[in-house]
């Protein structure tokens, strides 16, 4: 998996790729921006689900495939979803996409248009067919992320339902479902810090990547939104939720990990934004390594130690 | 079951009791006001489920009874839940009750707050014990309404994904469970009418009582909402719902049944409101008795012949 | 012309007519109010264009007769208009009516639905048949007035600038055409008030009837709008107006004249409106009847004698 | 002072007088409406600060006596002020005054306009002879109400921080001054509830009358205000003040005492307003008699048992 | 005229030249920016009227001078009106210009402060002494572009309808004109499309440079707003108009042909910013080079062949 | 003191630092930002009051101490407070300090959190130990400057009242006190100016540095703010106030001194933002050096003589 040892001097819990952006607002023809996507190991390579905005601006999801993780080749046409558990694949709209194995597939969740944004559920076994199911839930929502096993016989999804527009809140919440197609269970996981308190993730939340089994618990890294005089910044922080109830939180960073302070997270479509949807990692050798949107307009990587992340999420919760 | 002939002369489709209101706002001690209630023919008579809020302005549910579904007597304490399908059973308030017999017990469904308003799920045998049951949906919603018998198998229930707030916007989506606590399948019935078409439901709209089953399909009498320079004004309309594919709508109301034209329903907590929860009917008879919170305030009673409805429904269908 | 003497021991310029409402909501049997309405003397008695809303809340004008400017009979189907000095008579809706004579024929004037509200023309001979004409401006526009007479060889108009909601703000201009088809000269009559000056009239204002000649110069009656904590107060006062350059203000009352302050203005569709539309005047006898919408519901009158109403404009004026 | 027993079959802590209400709109010639008004003890009767707005509804304040404290005298002309501590007594509006004795003089506060609502403060020896002092506080601030004797040697006022429209916000602060000049020392008294605690005071909150020691410290009567969607509805509750540390609330109503529920009340320029600004009390009769606002409008009066009210205040305190 | 081939590689449509800016903010020693400005072929060279904002952010507009339309001798004086076909000659302001010659003379149109922005008027022969005319519509409006010729014998002129802040809506029209002085026949051209559609020109569109009549019909290039949730990003697209009917919109690109991708159009005083107000073109040549404003800040210029614009017009219509 | 010429061939009043900016983002380990901080001669060189938000965008103050007043070491910990004239020293959080010299210690203000934003007051004689005042105001207020010596035998202190969010309006008021306790006398000095005389200050403005005492009165750089389509932008400019009563302004700057125009102004956590806190002078090197918060995300420096800026804020007076 892509990796880079943390720079010499440097003592931040994450850090930077050195060749970011890893991929460019035009890698195919018809984009505006590429940003907010995901990948996941496949074959003796990486695949990944990738949200192109095309120069009209629609908003779609492209499969692509990387043998090093960081040079993608990416379809020049969006995925076409064939009918999986439902006949209903209406989609106005798919962006901000999470990826994940369970059992003998890769599915994938997005956020889609039906009649409002709501949490799309696919699967593929391949990355070239792929196959839609029923929205898990009723419109308004975005940032849907499966966990990567069945907790207590269910399959869960975290989500933040939202509203129509920019949606000014936001709170991550779990739900769980027997089979993929109906959903209950609904629990708030957490809320939006207090302005005195964390400021960074005062006015909206949502899961980012899948979550990681630790030790600890599960591994959740998240974005954050504050509200500034000119506008919202997104950074990126990290929870531990507890393995059995993961609406339970165990601990949760009252600092960001990392926060738009370079050019590309400054400057592009929409400034100031850092927005995570995907980590690979290696238990084994400790290693994490975030895919992340930068300012809605290009993909970025930056890397970290798992251990060291969990013990900071620890030791700086709030 | 209540009833009054159409008044000499009028030419309505709907008309009022003559009595009305048939529940003051200080019918029980402790209420502000009592109002946007639901009511089932119960035994040998008829018992309810009454949104009374306190002098707190605190939003809660209490049973009541009567013998002729006039006049009631209402509990002076809320309903207290026992766990059903759950444990979890908080509620931050509850309000604008629906009851509706399916099978072998009573079911109620409600706004439920939870993190903000969501449908709550309850049901109870007796009016006496009340069972609580995981909320249907993630917050934010409103106006969890049941169809009286299971669709293809499935619990289905209309309802009104909405915001945190006064939600200037709202459109009526269909959902299905096979057990009342995990729900998929969820689909846009109907939603607001542009401005030019029928402005009265041109903002926001909700389902109202139960629906009936007639001949043409599902009778579903709903409000909605105009939003004029000095507020909201919600008015009574009806559609008819496939009976087999109640997501399909076949006939829907451009004019309003009843709007707010008596001082009870125009001045009050609220200005303007009429607000449909319930509704008694006879089939052999014919008739339609529908409860309705008014002003935000008290509860209001109006008739009409069902055939009549179904008629001008049709008649004057969008 | 309609009459009442001011009621014994009142002191007021204006009074209104002892047994108000004139018209009621459901004087005809699709509407669901009538109110903001236009008259004129026609043949031995009276006719009108009149805002019915029906009970879809569509607006539209319909024609309306009377003997004594007092009982109307109106048309139970709204006008419908032949092409005048244009194919173009596309209209969404049509609303707030004003009706003058200038030379042959009697023009009317309303908000007309064209992509958003902007002022519609037309004209007719005999109230049987109509014929509209271009819409004088862009959108977004409301409350266009002709003045009764070219003022230096040009048809005049006042309007208000609007736009496409409930517009917390308007001012009154003044444009001129050469042949009722194309406009200009554009010219700012007169704007709202500080608060501290008059606050009844200093969030929006907008002419109501066809302004008068006398001898010091144009009567134009209009609307000024408050905006309350619980949301608009429509009240009516009076400016002169330049006879020549009737952009120019002579006076302008700093007190209202009417306010809504009985049951029928303060209760209704749209609570605490009184919405000038037109007047009937005998200069002779000195009298002014004004006729107005109330509560966006009902027509009433207000009567008045002329030369009062100029002596307190001018006294009280700004 | 003005007193009539609690009606039979009542179980209010308070009741409206019969009469009610006791000023009307028009009392004056001048006068839009009178509402919002303070009275004292003066001489062998009683004395008052009236709140008109006129017909420009321009607002200020004007004298009244009365020798039964039900019928008043207002003067036609408003108060005229001379320099108190300060030559700058510009004001731009006058309105809501409260009025209390302390040691030699009637103290007045107002909301006073200077570039924006402030805390205006006067006196008067003899309601004839007015004096203007420094205004209390940087504008933005409503609702500034001085407690009847210094504490620890320091004049004492409540206030409400605001913004300069209709501010959906707003908490009760006290201050402290030696002077009657510089003021210091603020406080944070008490804060608007949580929604599910006590809606009725969930948006904003302000001290009305003058606060009345008792046994169990300063009996605060406060207006509380929920934002309903259509409009906002102004109610009246108690608290506790500490006596030698008044910023320290001992209790607090959950219910309101008095809330909108009448026609004066319901109805008017501003529906759904009760709105205190004065009381009178009799230690020994053990009575209170509350002065309020309605709608905007209109002055009207509620009665209760001092003992009674503090005892609700303690049983039924948030 | 400017010119530059396409870049190796590159299958731009339009592509920006190297040397971008080419107008600097501080070319004139009070400016604040240059930006949004109209140039024409003028004489041996070519003549421009710039929106300078000083130092003071007052907006006005300044005549310029150059030989190769590249570097540009920008007056340090605002341009001085003389009164054309009117006395009222009033500004509060000028900005966004746009130029063109018809007939005998160069016809300026701008946004106009009067009251509010509309659409200012005027004229020149030698770009030395200037005239004012009426202004062309009531405000508020933004946008006025003049077609090059008269069209069925009156002028023809688009606009954008808007109000007087940062106007979060807008559709294009056209209002015809015999005489520059009075307008109507007023018709909506394009409106924003849906954002499942064309997310960039979802917000609002305006026309940007003098329409272009080619085979198809007249080449319109336009501005279109997306409405990030950091702010509005302008980029530009195109239109083509029936020639005789420009109010039929023949066909309009789905993507956009430049949007703000290079840091001058990314940052500045509003950030993301590629706003088109004038272009040369040789129908010879088959080049365009289109002056567009970047970031309200500066000048700059892009490149592309007349044909294949038209082309991609047609092929990647909505 | 810091300083550098003007460059050569530049007419600017004032100019930027040529290695800007002078304290990076991350100058200590916690923080994500420093910026709008204060500096003041101490000892042989200088010490300051920093605003550093960390890593949870808590903001907070921290001292600093610099030979040069460019290269500075601050504080790794925030200041704590001792308790000076009050035991309440309650601070949500602290922000955007000054530093001043008075008499016999060093006084410093800041935004203190206390149930939203007021003027905390503190002094050091050391810059190690700090004694925390009584607030100075109720809230809402942001941006308290004290004057540099009393003003008739009273303290005086700018400041500007505000709400609780970002605050779309604001103006520049001074209150005076006796003993830094208690404060009175409140006068509005300056407000925002029309957007047609000079747009940059149209939307809110607050003082800045000390004011500096010049022959011509008190020298006050502020900040003004345009509230652009995509957010605001804060410049710099200058006012002289009366000598005695500084409440009276003589001279104000119609043209900013300073606006973001480079990349450290422009791109940060909010863009656009140049923000004086504070200012070195030597008035017999008639020198002046601004500090200044750049995007508030870093700290620069621009220099200036003063009897230029004087002259020019005379000759260039709104």
Redesign the interface.
């Known amino acids: 998996m892509p990796w880079q040892e943390r720079p010499a001097g440097s ?1 931040d819990i994450m850090w930077r790729y050195s060749e970011n952006p890893i991929i460019r ?1 035009d890698q195919i ?2 984009s ?1 921006s590429i940003f907010n996507s995901a990948v996941v190991p496949f074959e003796d390579g990486y695949a990944g689900v990738f949200r192109c ?7 779609n999801i492209f499969a692509g495939f990387s043998k090093n993780g960081i040079d993608w080749e990416i379809d020049h046409e969006p995925i076409v979803m064939q009918p999986g558990n ?1 006949q ?1 694949i209406q989609s ?2 798919k962006y901000d996409p999470r990826v994940v194995f369970i059992e003998d597939r890769y599915w994938i969740t997005w956020c889609n ?4 944004p ?1 949490i799309g559920i696919g699967y593929t076994f391949d990355f070239k067919t792929f196959y839609q199911c ?8 975005r940032n849907g992320v499966l966990f990567p096993q069945k907790i207590n016989g269910r399959y869960a999804m975290l ?1 933040r ?1 939202s ?2 527009g ?1 949606t000014p ?1 936001g ?1 991550i ?1 779990i ?5 993929m ?8 996981v957490m ?1 939006v810090t207090p302005f ?5 993730q005062s006015t909206k939340i949502g899961a980012g990547p899948i979550p990681i089994l630790t030790d600890e618990g599960w591994l959740m890294l998240y974005h954050g939104v ?8 997104y950074a990126m922080g990290a929870a531990i939720l507890d393995k059995d109830q993961p609406e339970k939180v165990k601990y949760r960073t ?3 990990l990392l ?3 370079v ?1 590309y997270e ?7 934004v850092v927005f995570p949807c995907a980590a690979l990692h290696d238990i084994n050798q400790n290693r994490l390594c975030v895919y992340y949107g930068a300012a ?1 307009t290009v993909v970025a990587m930056a890397f970290g130690y798992l251990d060291e992340i969990v013990v900071f999420t620890k030791e700086n919760s709030l």
Chains 1, 2, 3, 4, 5, 6 share one sequence.
């Open positions: 003592t607002r023809p018809t505006n905005d095309n120069k009209a601006v629609q908003m439902t209903m106005d709209y248009g039906y009649h409002g709501t029923e929205n898990a839930f009723l419109p308004f929502n989500s339902p509203d129509n920019h809140f709170d919440y739900s769980y479902s027997p089979d197609k109906y959903w209950g269970e609904h629990r708030c809320k005195e308190d964390s400021a960074w504050i509200n500034t005089c000119n506008g919202f910044r009252q600092p960001y926060a738009p302070q050019a400054q400057v592009g479509d929409v400034p100031n809605d």
